[in-house]
């Protein structure tokens, strides 16, 4: 049955019918480790269960247009910072497309950080760094709500609504400036993904840390903000956004970038998804 399941999930003609296979072939192998092999010809260790698990384990890509922008940057950019990296699939992507670049994947939650080390040398990223930290404002610790079966949720601003009872752990969080330039990073390829934090993250990326960035993909959602009690618009006014143009991101492989303003995403109250941000003196990403 799961691998009638699999088959329907990966290629049945309707999308409903995928859906649906996809949801029950993840229901009834929930916890199974595996191996997939992902975009890129890289091969990650995942375990079903959680979102981030499920896509790779079914499709071997979770984003596809993030993922696409994201392999397409990476050829000219000077390093690779992933905070949020999660099972390190990102770090391993851009890392397989250029294996020159320096990797920092940077995850608060420790059973994450291991993972993502465990994929790196997998995938033989000779260049990556994991550090286990949070990103913040300033220097200190904080608590991390960690949800016992969706980890991809775990946030410092809010406690999760889904992925069953959440477990609090205190962990050390450093701003992301100084993580940059204690390393001499430059040219960054920068991604953030920290469920409702965005705004702190931002705060301590600071003017030191900012002009050692080329390109941002954040993930923007206007729910888990307000679940950190922030507004979109008051993320868009912190000063590193005035060193930046917004495309959105679609996720779709063809066509994955639309140019955009910070007025027109501040006017979306169901924006949820991710944002590549450019400089301003540089050119349109062609992709």
């Given at each position: 049955?799961?691998?009638?399941?699999?088959?329907?999930?990966?290629?049945?003609?309707?999308?409903a019918?995928?859906?649906t296979?996809?949801?029950?072939?993840?229901?009834?192998?929930?916890?199974?480790?595996?191996?997939?092999?992902?975009?890129?010809?890289?091969?990650?260790?995942?375990?079903?269960?959680?979102?981030?698990?499920?896509?790779?384990?079914?499709?071997?890509?979770?984003?596809?247009?993030?993922?696409?922008?994201?392999?397409?940057?990476?050829?000219?950019?000077?390093?690779?910072?992933?905070?949020?990296?999660?099972?390190?699939?990102?770090?391993?992507?851009?890392?397989?497309?250029?294996?020159?670049?320096?990797?920092?994947?940077?995850?608060?939650?420790?059973?994450?950080?291991?993972?993502?080390?465990?994929?790196?040398?997998?995938?033989?990223v000779?260049?990556?760094?994991?550090?286990?930290?949070?990103?913040?404002?300033?220097?200190?610790?904080?608590?991390?709500?960690?949800?016992?079966?969706?980890?991809?949720?775990?946030?410092?601003?809010?406690?999760?609504?889904?992925?069953?009872?959440?477990?609090?752990?205190?962990?050390?969080?450093?701003?992301?400036?100084?993580?940059?330039?204690?390393?001499?990073?430059?040219?960054?390829?920068?991604?953030?993904?920290?469920?409702?934090?965005?705004?702190?993250?931002?705060?301590?990326?600071?003017?030191?840390?900012?002009?050692?960035?080329?390109?941002?993909?954040?993930?923007?959602?206007?729910?888990?903000?307000?679940r950190?009690?922030?507004?979109?618009?008051?993320?868009?006014?912190?000063p590193?956004?005035?060193?930046?143009?917004?495309?959105?991101?679609?996720?779709?492989?063809?066509?994955?970038?639309?140019?955009?303003?910070?007025?027109?995403?501040?006017?979306?109250?169901?924006q949820?998804?991710?944002?590549?941000?450019?400089?301003?003196?540089?050119?349109?990403?062609?992709?």
């Open positions: 049955m799961s691998r009638l399941l699999l088959l329907l999930a990966r290629r049945a003609p309707w999308r019918l995928r859906r296979a996809f949801r029950k072939y993840c229901r009834r192998n929930a916890g199974l480790a595996l191996v997939a092999r992902c975009r890129g010809g890289i091969r990650l260790a995942v375990e079903i269960g959680d979102s981030v698990d499920d896509q790779l384990a079914v499709y071997g890509v979770y984003e596809p247009g993030t993922t696409e922008v994201l392999r397409r940057l990476a050829v000219d950019a000077g390093a690779f910072v992933d905070v949020g990296c999660n099972l390190g699939y990102y770090g391993c992507l851009v890392g397989a497309e250029n294996p020159a670049l320096p990797v920092v994947a940077i995850d608060a939650n420790p059973a994450m950080v291991e993972r993502a080390e465990d994929n790196m040398r997998r995938n033989e000779d260049g990556a760094e994991v550090l286990h930290c949070g990103v913040g404002a300033e220097e200190g610790r904080l608590e991390l709500s960690v949800p016992r079966d969706r980890h991809s949720l775990s946030s410092f601003a809010y406690v999760p609504k889904k992925g069953g009872p959440s477990e609090t752990i205190t962990v050390p969080v450093r701003p992301l400036g100084p993580i940059l330039s204690e390393r001499a990073l430059a040219s960054c390829l920068l991604k953030i993904d920290a469920e409702g934090f965005e705004y702190e993250v931002f705060r301590g990326l600071g003017a030191g840390g900012v002009d050692r960035v080329e390109r941002i993909v954040c993930e923007i959602s206007v729910p888990n903000l307000g950190a009690g922030r507004e979109l618009a008051e993320l868009f006014a912190l590193v956004f005035e060193e930046f143009r917004p495309f959105r991101i679609r996720e779709t492989v063809r066509d994955p970038l639309r140019e955009t303003s910070y007025a027109e995403l501040a006017d979306d109250p169901s949820h998804g991710n944002v590549l941000l450019v400089r301003r003196d540089a050119a349109a990403p062609l992709l």
